[in-house]
C-alpha cells in the first residue's frame, strides 16, 4: 500500500512543521523523478510505520519552497523539532534512504 503521507500546504505548513519530525518529501505531481523516489519510499515506510511522512507540492506551495531554501525536486529532508537536519535532492534507493535518515 503505498504512502500518503500528510499533505502540507502554504497556509498551514509554519503551524504543522513548528515541531514537526519525520521525512518531508517537497515533490511535484508530474516529476517522474519524484515519482521514482516515491515508489521508494513507500517501501521505506513499511520498514519504518513510525516515521511521520509529510508531503508538500513545490507548484501549490511556493512560500513552503521559500521558507525552506529548497529550489529543486525531488527534495527529501529530515524535520527534528521543526527543525532540517539533514537534505538531500534527487533519487535514492532503499538502502541510501535508511542510512540517510539514520544518520541525521
Known amino acids: 500500500m503505498p504512502a500518503e503521507g500528510i499533505p502540507i500546504t ?3 505548513f509554519k503551524e504543522k512543521l513548528e515541531h514537526a ?3 518531508l518529501m517537497f515533490y511535484k505531481k508530474l ?9 521508494m519510499l513507500d517501501k521505506f515506510f513499511v520498514a519504518n510505520p513510525d516515521v511521520p511522512y509529510l508531503r ?3 507548484e501549490e506551495c511556493p512560500a513552503a519552497m521559500a ?5 529543486r525536486v525531488p527534495t527529501i ?4 523539532d521543526g527543525k532540517v537536519v539533514a537534505r538531500k535532492v534527487g533519487l535514492m534507493n532503499l538502502r541510501e534512504m535508511t542510512e540517510f535518515y539514520q544518520s541525521a
Open 10 to 12: 502554504d497556509a498551514d
Open 21 to 23: 519530525a519525520g521525512v
Open 31 to 39: 516529476c517522474p523523478n519524484c515519482k521514482a523516489l516515491e515508489k
Open 56 to 58: 508538500i507540492d513545490s
Open 67 to 71: 521558507a525552506f531554501n529548497t529550489e
Open 77 to 80: 529532508c529530515v524535520l527534528q
